[in-house]
Protein backbone atom coordinates (compact mmCIF):
# COMPACT_ATOMS: atom_id res chain seq x y z
CA UNK A 1 0.00 0.00 0.00
CA UNK A 2 1.32 3.72 -1.04
CA UNK A 3 1.31 6.19 1.83
CA UNK A 4 -0.27 9.39 -0.37
CA UNK A 5 -3.90 9.55 -1.28
CA UNK A 6 -6.02 11.62 -2.81
CA UNK A 7 -9.67 13.12 -2.36
CA UNK A 8 -11.11 15.46 -4.99
CA UNK A 9 -14.13 17.02 -6.98
CA UNK A 10 -15.34 15.72 -10.01
CA UNK A 11 -18.05 17.72 -10.73
CA UNK A 12 -17.99 21.87 -10.06
CA UNK A 13 -17.04 21.92 -6.80
CA UNK A 14 -19.70 21.39 -3.79
CA UNK A 15 -19.51 17.44 -3.92
CA UNK A 16 -18.93 16.89 -0.09
CA UNK A 17 -15.07 16.57 0.09
CA UNK A 18 -15.19 17.93 3.47
CA UNK A 19 -17.41 15.40 5.06
CA UNK A 20 -15.47 12.59 3.42
CA UNK A 21 -12.17 13.95 4.39
CA UNK A 22 -13.54 14.17 7.99
CA UNK A 23 -14.84 10.24 8.01
CA UNK A 24 -11.52 9.30 6.47
CA UNK A 25 -9.15 11.11 8.79
CA UNK A 26 -9.53 8.62 11.21
CA UNK A 27 -7.54 6.20 9.16
CA UNK A 28 -4.98 9.13 8.05
CA UNK A 29 -1.85 10.54 9.48
CA UNK A 30 -1.73 13.54 7.49
CA UNK A 31 -4.12 15.36 6.17
CA UNK A 32 -3.06 18.21 3.44
CA UNK A 33 -4.93 21.03 1.41
CA UNK A 34 -2.95 21.39 -1.78
CA UNK A 35 -4.60 24.22 -3.84
CA UNK A 36 -7.25 26.81 -4.05
CA UNK A 37 -7.86 29.30 -1.15
CA UNK A 38 -10.83 30.74 0.98
CA UNK A 39 -13.23 30.60 -2.11
CA UNK A 40 -13.49 27.18 -1.31
CA UNK A 41 -16.19 25.97 1.29
CA UNK A 42 -15.92 22.38 2.75
CA UNK A 43 -19.11 21.57 4.97
CA UNK A 44 -18.53 18.96 7.74
CA UNK A 45 -21.73 18.39 9.99
CA UNK A 46 -21.65 16.03 13.61
CA UNK A 47 -23.22 15.70 16.82
CA UNK A 48 -25.92 18.92 15.36
CA UNK A 49 -23.50 21.07 14.26
CA UNK A 50 -22.49 22.75 11.58
CA UNK A 51 -18.85 23.54 10.43
CA UNK A 52 -17.47 25.52 7.27
CA UNK A 53 -13.88 25.05 6.70
CA UNK A 54 -12.49 27.53 3.86
CA UNK A 55 -8.52 27.07 4.10
CA UNK A 56 -7.72 24.75 6.63
CA UNK A 57 -8.04 21.18 5.78
CA UNK A 58 -11.24 19.15 6.95
CA UNK A 59 -9.21 16.74 9.23
CA UNK A 60 -8.90 19.16 11.77
CA UNK A 61 -11.18 18.43 14.18
CA UNK A 62 -9.08 14.63 14.39
CA UNK A 63 -6.45 15.43 17.27
CA UNK A 64 -4.32 12.76 16.38
CA UNK A 65 -3.70 13.75 12.37
CA UNK A 66 -1.39 16.39 11.35
CA UNK A 67 -3.20 19.22 9.04
CA UNK A 68 -0.64 20.87 6.41
CA UNK A 69 -1.54 23.72 4.62
CA UNK A 70 0.51 23.24 1.25
CA UNK A 71 2.39 25.13 -1.08
CA UNK A 72 -0.28 25.24 -3.09
CA UNK A 73 -2.70 27.35 -1.54
CA UNK A 74 -3.67 30.71 -1.21
CA UNK A 75 -3.97 32.39 2.54
CA UNK A 76 -6.02 35.60 3.11
CA UNK A 77 -4.34 35.93 7.12
CA UNK A 78 -7.83 37.91 7.75
CA UNK A 79 -9.75 34.52 6.79
CA UNK A 80 -7.38 32.21 7.91
CA UNK A 81 -7.58 33.78 11.62
CA UNK A 82 -11.60 34.05 11.72
CA UNK A 83 -11.07 30.12 10.73
CA UNK A 84 -9.02 29.72 13.70
CA UNK A 85 -11.02 31.80 16.43
CA UNK A 86 -14.50 29.83 15.06
CA UNK A 87 -12.60 26.56 16.08
CA UNK A 88 -10.51 27.54 19.21
CA UNK A 89 -13.90 27.37 21.36
CA UNK A 90 -14.49 23.87 20.39
CA UNK A 91 -11.53 22.97 22.05
CA UNK A 92 -9.19 22.86 18.63
CA UNK A 93 -5.59 23.59 19.27
CA UNK A 94 -4.33 24.83 15.80
CA UNK A 95 -1.14 25.54 17.15
CA UNK A 96 -0.70 21.40 17.88
CA UNK A 97 -2.14 20.10 14.44
CA UNK A 98 -1.47 22.53 12.09
CA UNK A 99 1.56 23.36 9.75
CA UNK A 100 1.26 26.07 7.18
CA UNK A 101 3.98 26.18 4.35
CA UNK A 102 6.09 28.72 3.75
CA UNK A 103 6.09 28.91 -0.12
CA UNK A 104 2.24 29.33 -0.17
CA UNK A 105 1.25 33.10 -1.29
CA UNK A 106 -0.15 35.44 0.75
CA UNK A 107 -3.60 36.99 -0.48
CA UNK A 108 -3.09 41.01 0.05
CA UNK A 109 -5.89 43.50 0.48
CA UNK A 110 -5.26 45.30 -2.77
CA UNK A 111 -5.83 41.47 -4.99
CA UNK A 112 -8.80 41.86 -3.93
CA UNK A 113 -9.59 44.55 -5.61
CA UNK A 114 -7.95 43.63 -8.53
CA UNK A 115 -10.00 40.40 -8.38
CA UNK A 116 -13.08 43.04 -8.05
CA UNK A 117 -12.13 45.41 -10.70
CA UNK A 118 -11.40 42.02 -13.03
CA UNK A 119 -14.78 40.71 -12.91
CA UNK A 120 -16.77 44.04 -13.42
CA UNK A 121 -14.56 44.95 -16.24
CA UNK A 122 -16.05 41.68 -18.14
CA UNK A 123 -19.60 42.83 -17.93
CA UNK A 124 -22.06 40.18 -18.61
CA UNK A 125 -18.71 37.93 -19.29
CA UNK A 126 -18.32 37.53 -15.79
CA UNK A 127 -16.78 34.50 -14.86
CA UNK A 128 -18.69 34.07 -10.95
CA UNK A 129 -15.74 35.20 -9.16
CA UNK A 130 -16.02 34.88 -5.22
CA UNK A 131 -13.89 38.03 -5.13
CA UNK A 132 -11.99 36.85 -2.94
CA UNK A 133 -8.97 38.08 -4.48
CA UNK A 134 -7.29 34.31 -5.27
CA UNK A 135 -7.35 34.52 -9.11
CA UNK A 136 -4.98 38.26 -8.73
CA UNK A 137 -2.84 35.97 -6.66
CA UNK A 138 -2.41 33.21 -8.54
CA UNK A 139 -1.40 35.38 -11.48
CA UNK A 140 1.22 36.85 -8.96
CA UNK A 141 2.60 33.59 -8.50
CA UNK A 142 3.25 32.22 -11.83
CA UNK A 143 4.24 35.89 -12.71
CA UNK A 144 6.91 35.70 -10.29
CA UNK A 145 5.51 39.02 -8.38
CA UNK A 146 4.00 37.29 -5.33
CA UNK A 147 4.59 37.63 -1.64
CA UNK A 148 4.64 34.06 0.35
CA UNK A 149 4.07 33.40 4.03
CA UNK A 150 7.51 33.08 4.86
CA UNK A 151 8.39 36.18 3.41
CA UNK A 152 7.17 37.48 6.84
CA UNK A 153 10.18 35.72 8.50
CA UNK A 154 13.08 37.94 6.27
CA UNK A 155 13.79 41.21 7.56
CA UNK A 156 12.50 43.42 4.39
CA UNK A 157 8.82 41.94 4.74
CA UNK A 158 7.10 45.48 4.94
CA UNK A 159 9.56 46.42 1.66
CA UNK A 160 7.86 44.05 -0.12
CA UNK A 161 4.60 43.91 1.01
CA UNK A 162 4.43 48.05 -0.30
CA UNK A 163 6.37 47.38 -3.35
CA UNK A 164 3.48 44.57 -4.79
CA UNK A 165 0.54 46.71 -2.97
CA UNK A 166 2.31 50.06 -5.64
CA UNK A 167 2.25 47.45 -8.29
CA UNK A 168 -1.40 46.92 -7.80
CA UNK A 169 -1.96 50.66 -7.56
CA UNK A 170 -0.54 51.21 -10.88
CA UNK A 171 -2.82 48.75 -12.34
CA UNK A 172 -6.12 50.21 -10.55
CA UNK A 173 -5.07 53.59 -11.87
CA UNK A 174 -8.26 55.34 -13.13
CA UNK A 175 -10.80 52.28 -11.58
CA UNK A 176 -13.30 53.00 -9.31
CA UNK A 177 -14.04 51.04 -6.32
CA UNK A 178 -15.87 51.09 -3.00
CA UNK A 179 -13.16 49.71 -0.79
CA UNK A 180 -11.51 51.42 2.34
CA UNK A 181 -7.98 50.16 1.77
CA UNK A 182 -6.33 51.53 4.83
CA UNK A 183 -8.73 49.60 7.46
CA UNK A 184 -8.06 46.55 5.05
CA UNK A 185 -4.29 46.71 5.25
CA UNK A 186 -4.92 47.41 9.59
CA UNK A 187 -6.24 44.56 9.57
CA UNK A 188 -4.46 42.19 7.27
CA UNK A 189 -1.17 43.11 9.11
CA UNK A 190 -2.74 42.40 12.58
CA UNK A 191 -3.89 39.10 11.04
CA UNK A 192 -0.40 38.65 9.93
CA UNK A 193 1.18 39.45 13.37
CA UNK A 194 -0.96 36.25 14.57
CA UNK A 195 -0.41 34.12 11.39
CA UNK A 196 3.06 34.18 11.75
CA UNK A 197 2.95 32.76 15.25
CA UNK A 198 1.77 29.50 14.38
CA UNK A 199 4.03 27.09 12.95
CA UNK A 200 5.67 27.33 9.86
CA UNK A 201 7.10 25.06 8.24
CA UNK A 202 8.95 23.61 5.07
CA UNK A 203 5.50 21.13 4.23
CA UNK A 204 7.05 19.58 1.33
CA UNK A 205 9.54 18.48 3.16
CA UNK A 206 7.23 17.45 6.16
CA UNK A 207 5.26 15.59 3.23
CA UNK A 208 8.21 13.83 2.49
CA UNK A 209 9.30 12.60 5.87
CA UNK A 210 6.13 11.27 6.83
CA UNK A 211 6.12 9.28 3.32
CA UNK A 212 9.53 7.42 4.46
CA UNK A 213 8.36 6.95 8.18
CA UNK A 214 5.54 5.00 6.62
CA UNK A 215 3.09 7.48 7.99
CA UNK A 216 -0.34 7.35 5.66
CA UNK A 217 -1.05 10.88 3.99
CA UNK A 218 -4.49 12.25 2.49
CA UNK A 219 -4.63 15.10 0.17
CA UNK A 220 -7.04 17.37 -0.13
CA UNK A 221 -8.47 18.65 -3.05
CA UNK A 222 -10.60 21.98 -3.21
CA UNK A 223 -13.44 22.68 -6.23
CA UNK A 224 -14.00 20.23 -8.29
CA UNK A 225 -12.24 18.93 -11.75
CA UNK A 226 -14.68 20.70 -13.75
CA UNK A 227 -13.35 24.11 -12.32
CA UNK A 228 -9.73 22.89 -13.07
CA UNK A 229 -7.75 25.79 -14.97
CA UNK A 230 -6.52 23.57 -18.30
CA UNK A 231 -8.88 20.53 -17.95
CA UNK A 232 -12.16 22.53 -16.96
CA UNK A 233 -14.81 24.80 -18.52
CA UNK A 234 -12.40 27.40 -19.39
CA UNK A 235 -12.60 30.46 -18.86
CA UNK A 236 -15.23 29.65 -16.37
CA UNK A 237 -12.62 27.95 -14.23
CA UNK A 238 -10.59 28.41 -10.56
CA UNK A 239 -7.14 29.45 -11.13
CA UNK A 240 -5.25 26.47 -9.73
CA UNK A 241 -4.82 22.76 -10.75
CA UNK A 242 -7.60 20.93 -8.55
CA UNK A 243 -7.19 17.61 -10.29
CA UNK A 244 -4.89 14.65 -8.88
CA UNK A 245 -1.79 16.36 -10.82
CA UNK A 246 -2.05 19.42 -8.34
CA UNK A 247 -1.56 17.30 -5.44
CA UNK A 248 2.17 16.99 -6.69
CA UNK A 249 2.62 20.50 -7.29
CA UNK A 250 0.36 21.33 -4.63
CA UNK A 251 2.75 19.43 -1.94
CA UNK A 252 5.77 18.34 -3.43
CA UNK A 253 4.27 14.90 -3.45
CA UNK A 254 5.97 12.65 -6.32
CA UNK A 255 3.70 10.97 -8.72
CA UNK A 256 4.73 7.41 -7.73
CA UNK A 257 3.84 7.86 -4.05
CA UNK A 258 0.22 7.38 -5.10
CA UNK A 259 -2.07 5.30 -3.84
CA UNK A 260 -5.83 5.40 -3.77
CA UNK A 261 -7.38 9.00 -5.92
CA UNK A 262 -10.86 8.89 -4.41
CA UNK A 263 -13.60 11.35 -6.66
CA UNK A 264 -16.49 12.54 -4.89
CA UNK A 265 -19.33 13.44 -6.90
CA UNK A 266 -23.30 14.61 -6.01
CA UNK A 267 -25.85 12.02 -7.67
CA UNK A 268 -26.99 15.34 -9.41
CA UNK A 269 -24.88 18.44 -10.30
CA UNK A 270 -24.39 21.56 -9.24
CA UNK A 271 -22.30 24.83 -10.29
CA UNK A 272 -22.14 27.78 -8.65
CA UNK A 273 -21.57 31.01 -10.85
CA UNK A 274 -21.11 31.17 -14.42
CA UNK A 275 -20.25 28.68 -17.49
CA UNK A 276 -21.72 26.07 -19.63
CA UNK A 277 -23.80 23.40 -17.85
CA UNK A 278 -25.11 20.98 -20.23
CA UNK A 279 -27.77 19.17 -18.32
CA UNK A 280 -28.82 22.26 -15.96
CA UNK A 281 -32.72 22.33 -14.42
CA UNK A 282 -33.55 25.91 -14.98
CA UNK A 283 -37.37 25.25 -13.97
CA UNK A 284 -38.93 24.17 -10.81
CA UNK A 285 -37.79 20.95 -10.75
CA UNK A 286 -34.64 22.09 -10.55
CA UNK A 287 -35.80 24.98 -7.61
CA UNK A 288 -36.84 21.81 -5.83
CA UNK A 289 -33.48 19.96 -5.72
CA UNK A 290 -31.91 23.30 -5.18
CA UNK A 291 -34.04 23.92 -1.90
CA UNK A 292 -34.27 20.42 -0.99
CA UNK A 293 -30.76 19.93 -0.94
CA UNK A 294 -29.92 23.45 0.57
CA UNK A 295 -27.85 24.12 -2.48
CA UNK A 296 -26.48 27.52 -1.75
CA UNK A 297 -22.75 28.30 -1.87
CA UNK A 298 -21.03 27.94 1.51
CA UNK A 299 -18.64 30.42 0.94
CA UNK A 300 -20.78 33.08 -1.25
CA UNK A 301 -24.55 31.76 -0.09
CA UNK A 302 -25.01 32.20 -3.95
CA UNK A 303 -27.62 29.76 -5.34
CA UNK A 304 -26.12 26.86 -7.19
CA UNK A 305 -27.86 26.04 -10.28
CA UNK A 306 -29.16 22.10 -10.09
CA UNK A 307 -29.37 19.62 -13.03
CA UNK A 308 -29.40 15.85 -13.87
CA UNK A 309 -26.03 13.89 -13.53
CA UNK A 310 -23.76 13.50 -15.96
CA UNK A 311 -21.85 11.16 -16.89
CA UNK A 312 -20.00 12.20 -19.79
CA UNK A 313 -18.12 14.37 -17.88
CA UNK A 314 -17.98 12.48 -14.84
CA UNK A 315 -16.22 9.76 -16.88
CA UNK A 316 -13.48 11.99 -17.92
CA UNK A 317 -13.40 13.21 -14.70
CA UNK A 318 -12.53 10.14 -13.62
CA UNK A 319 -10.00 9.47 -16.17
CA UNK A 320 -8.32 12.93 -16.29
CA UNK A 321 -7.69 11.92 -12.42
CA UNK A 322 -7.05 8.54 -12.53
CA UNK A 323 -9.85 7.54 -10.26
CA UNK A 324 -9.64 4.43 -8.55
CA UNK A 325 -12.74 4.48 -5.87
CA UNK A 326 -15.77 6.36 -6.38
CA UNK A 327 -17.85 7.88 -3.32
CA UNK A 328 -21.69 9.70 -4.32
CA UNK A 329 -23.25 11.69 -2.18
CA UNK A 330 -26.88 13.64 -1.00
CA UNK A 331 -28.73 10.59 -2.81
CA UNK A 332 -31.80 11.67 -0.25
CA UNK A 333 -32.01 14.64 -2.18
CA UNK A 334 -33.42 12.79 -5.00
CA UNK A 335 -35.88 10.98 -2.83
CA UNK A 336 -39.85 11.13 -4.29
CA UNK A 337 -38.22 11.43 -8.03
CA UNK A 338 -40.61 8.88 -10.16
CA UNK A 339 -37.56 9.26 -12.70
CA UNK A 340 -33.98 10.26 -13.06
CA UNK A 341 -32.72 11.61 -15.86
CA UNK A 342 -28.88 10.45 -16.73
CA UNK A 343 -26.59 12.47 -19.37
CA UNK A 344 -24.65 9.51 -21.09
CA UNK A 345 -23.14 11.37 -24.15
CA UNK A 346 -23.98 14.55 -26.17
CA UNK A 347 -25.03 15.64 -29.55
CA UNK A 348 -22.27 17.93 -30.68
CA UNK A 349 -22.41 19.88 -33.12
CA UNK A 350 -25.25 17.51 -35.31
CA UNK A 351 -23.38 14.38 -33.93
CA UNK A 352 -22.94 12.25 -30.74
CA UNK A 353 -20.51 11.93 -29.15
CA UNK A 354 -19.59 10.32 -25.60
CA UNK A 355 -16.39 12.25 -24.68
CA UNK A 356 -16.44 16.00 -23.56
CA UNK A 357 -15.62 18.17 -26.55
CA UNK A 358 -13.46 21.70 -26.65
CA UNK A 359 -16.19 23.51 -25.46
CA UNK A 360 -19.42 23.21 -23.56
CA UNK A 361 -21.53 25.95 -24.92
CA UNK A 362 -25.64 25.56 -25.31
CA UNK A 363 -25.13 26.90 -28.85
CA UNK A 364 -22.97 23.54 -30.02
CA UNK A 365 -24.41 21.22 -27.59
CA UNK A 366 -27.09 19.09 -25.78
CA UNK A 367 -27.36 16.56 -23.47
CA UNK A 368 -28.79 12.80 -24.44
CA UNK A 369 -30.45 11.28 -21.67
CA UNK A 370 -31.36 7.91 -20.24
CA UNK A 371 -34.51 7.75 -18.23
CA UNK A 372 -33.89 5.18 -14.97
CA UNK A 373 -36.26 4.34 -12.30
CA UNK A 374 -35.95 6.43 -9.39
CA UNK A 375 -36.81 5.88 -5.34
CA UNK A 376 -39.78 7.09 -3.20
CA UNK A 377 -38.14 6.02 0.77
CA UNK A 378 -36.74 8.58 2.68
CA UNK A 379 -33.16 7.66 2.84
CA UNK A 380 -31.89 9.78 6.16
CA UNK A 381 -32.33 6.85 8.76
CA UNK A 382 -30.94 4.28 6.61
CA UNK A 383 -27.95 3.07 8.05
CA UNK A 384 -26.95 -0.15 6.49
CA UNK A 385 -26.72 -0.59 2.58
CA UNK A 386 -28.83 -3.55 2.65
CA UNK A 387 -31.97 -1.34 3.23
CA UNK A 388 -31.51 1.09 0.23
CA UNK A 389 -34.55 1.02 -2.11
CA UNK A 390 -33.51 -1.49 -5.32
CA UNK A 391 -33.73 0.93 -7.76
CA UNK A 392 -31.13 2.92 -5.82
CA UNK A 393 -29.02 0.21 -6.03
CA UNK A 394 -29.32 -0.28 -9.65
CA UNK A 395 -28.47 3.86 -10.15
CA UNK A 396 -25.21 2.89 -8.46
CA UNK A 397 -24.87 -0.28 -10.50
CA UNK A 398 -25.42 2.26 -13.61
CA UNK A 399 -23.04 4.54 -12.67
CA UNK A 400 -20.35 1.96 -11.93
CA UNK A 401 -21.17 0.60 -15.39
CA UNK A 402 -20.22 3.56 -17.74
CA UNK A 403 -17.70 4.94 -15.49
CA UNK A 404 -15.99 1.76 -14.68
CA UNK A 405 -14.86 2.27 -11.14
CA UNK A 406 -16.51 0.98 -8.21
CA UNK A 407 -19.09 3.47 -5.82
CA UNK A 408 -17.30 2.44 -2.59
CA UNK A 409 -19.80 4.65 -0.18
CA UNK A 410 -23.07 6.30 -0.59
CA UNK A 411 -23.97 9.40 1.42
CA UNK A 412 -27.72 9.75 2.79
CA UNK A 413 -27.74 13.07 4.47
CA UNK A 414 -24.87 15.94 5.86
CA UNK A 415 -23.80 14.30 9.15
CA UNK A 416 -20.86 11.68 9.79
CA UNK A 417 -23.40 8.71 10.52
CA UNK A 418 -25.52 9.02 7.49
CA UNK A 419 -22.14 7.65 5.39
CA UNK A 420 -23.05 3.93 4.30
CA UNK A 421 -19.61 1.68 2.70
CA UNK A 422 -20.70 -0.45 -0.07
CA UNK A 423 -17.70 -1.95 -0.01
Avoid at 83 to 94: A, F, Y
Wanted: charged share 25%; with cysteine; aromatic share 8%.
Amino acid sequence: MKGADILLGLQWGDEGKGKIVDVLTRDYDVVARFQGGPNAGHTLEFEGIKHVLHTIPSGIFHAKAVNIVGNGVVIDPVIFMREIDKLTPMGVHCADCLRISRKAHLILPTHRLLDAASEAAKGKNKIGSTLKGIGPTYMDKTGRNGLRVGDVELPDFMERYDALKSKHLQMMDGAEHAFDLAAAETEWHAAMDRLKSLPLADTDVLIQEAYRAGKRILAEGAQGTMLDVDFGTYPFVTSSTTTAAGACTGLGLAPNRIGEVIGIFKAYCTRVGSGPFPTELDNDLGEEIRQKGHEFGSTTGRPRRTGWLDLVALKYAVEVNGVTQLMMMKADVLSGLESLDVCTAYRYRGEEVSHLPYRLDSNLLEPVYQSLPGWSEDLTGVRHTKDLPATLESYVRFIEDYTGVPVVLVSVGPDREQTLWRR
